[in-house]
């Protein structure tokens, strides 16, 4: 490999240069340049470059006092001068059934599926989820806890129930979908692992009417000595900026039209 070449600290002597010298200029005159006079060219161009900056300055100034004596030009007229029906009249506010932004808005827990008949309130926390309690449903909360913060967490409601031997939750996760969707990067998120064998072990059915939404029905009951085994279903979806997650448990197989049609009706009420 070649050493990087690097220019020379002084003009190699003999090699490319030429002396011009002045008939009758003495050599000692011609050997000390640097006592020569500096020419007068360079200023004579900055006294006239001066001048047209002046002139350009001027000239800039005259224009903006005569635009400011004018009258301003009207501006153009809108390609559509008006949003109206065919009556003339403006359009009707949605109402609050319509206006999906003011059901989310308020209590979230209005939105929740109401308890069947026959079921008792489980043993969880019902009603409001802070931040730091809903990371607390995760195995591993300061990870969860971190997620949430990144992903714009607003707050959280929950519903539980009991019937039998079988157990329901439902977690609706509102997230602040101000500068992007938090809310299906959380979805994502969440529907990402659910494939693995450690948890349902298959890719869910949609949900119909759902763009996003899934139901998973696990392949495989979870198992301990001494307990009998649990069977265990996931609904996963998003709607607006909120996401609904439903869990069911029982200890004998979970239909999967018993877990479609609960995702179906809470879907429905977002």
Same mark, same amino acid.
């Given at each position: 490999?070649?050493? /990087?070449?690097?220019?020379?600290?002084? /003009?190699?002597?003999?090699?490319?240069?030429?002396?011009?010298?002045?008939?009758?200029?003495?050599?000692?005159?011609?050997?000390?340049?640097?006592?020569?006079?500096?020419?007068? $060219?360079?200023?004579?161009?900055?006294?006239?470059?001066?001048?047209?900056?002046?002139?350009?300055?001027?000239?800039?100034?005259?224009?903006?006092?005569?635009?400011?004596?004018?009258? /301003?030009?009207?501006?153009?007229?809108?390609?559509?001068?008006?949003?109206? $029906?065919?009556?003339?009249?403006?359009?009707?506010?949605? =109402?609050?059934?319509?206006? !999906?932004?003011?059901?989310?808005?308020?209590?979230?827990?209005?939105?929740?599926?109401?308890?069947?008949?026959?079921?008792?309130?489980?043993? +969880?926390?019902?009603?409001?989820?802070?931040?730091?309690?809903?990371?607390?449903?995760?195995?591993?909360?300061?990870?969860? %806890?971190?997620?949430? +913060?990144?992903?714009?967490?607003?707050?959280?409601?929950? !519903?539980?129930?009991?019937?039998?031997?079988?157990?329901?939750?439902?977690?609706?996760?509102? %997230?602040?979908?101000?500068? $992007?969707? +938090? =809310?299906?990067?959380?979805? !994502?998120?969440?529907?990402?692992?659910?494939?693995?064998?450690?948890?349902?072990?298959?890719?869910?059915?949609?949900?119909?009417? =759902?763009?996003?939404?899934?139901?998973?029905?696990?392949?495989?009951?979870?198992?301990?000595?001494?307990?009998?085994?649990?069977?265990? !279903?996931?609904?996963?979806?998003?709607?607006?900026?909120?996401?609904?997650?439903?869990?069911?448990?029982?200890?004998?197989?979970? /239909?999967?039209?018993?877990?479609?049609?609960?995702?179906?009706?809470?879907?429905? $009420?977002?």
């Amino acid at each position: 490999m070649q050493e /990087p070449r690097t220019a020379p600290q002084t /003009p190699p002597e003999g090699e490319g240069f030429f002396e011009v010298r002045l008939e009758g200029q003495t050599e000692a005159a011609a050997a000390a340049p640097a006592d020569r006079p500096a020419p007068r $060219r360079g200023r004579t161009v900055a006294l006239i470059a001066g001048a047209v900056v002046l002139g350009v300055v001027a000239g800039l100034c005259t224009g903006y006092v005569v635009q400011a004596g004018r009258d /301003p030009d009207p501006l153009p007229p809108l390609a559509q001068q008006q949003v109206t $029906r065919s009556g003339g009249k403006a359009p009707e506010a949605l =109402s609050a059934a319509q206006d !999906s932004d003011v059901r989310t808005d308020g209590d979230l827990r209005k939105l929740l599926v109401p308890r069947p008949a026959g079921a008792q309130k489980s043993d +969880s926390v019902q009603g409001w989820l802070n931040q730091y309690d809903y990371a607390g449903y995760y195995k591993e909360p300061d990870e969860m %806890f971190g997620d949430l +913060s990144r992903n714009d967490f607003r707050r959280a409601a929950l !519903s539980g129930w009991e019937k039998g031997q079988s157990m329901t939750e439902i977690h609706l996760i509102q %997230f602040r979908d101000a500068d $992007r969707l +938090s =809310s299906r990067d959380f979805l !994502s998120g969440q529907q990402t692992y659910m494939p693995d064998s450690a948890w349902a072990g298959n890719g869910g059915e949609p949900i119909p009417g =759902s763009s996003n939404g899934r139901v998973y029905v696990y392949d495989h009951p979870d198992t301990k000595p001494g307990y009998l085994p649990m069977y265990v !279903s996931r609904a996963l979806a998003a709607r607006g900026d909120i996401v609904m997650d439903i869990w069911m448990y029982d200890t004998k197989p979970i /239909p999967k039209k018993s877990a479609m049609d609960l995702a179906k009706r809470q879907l429905e $009420r977002l």
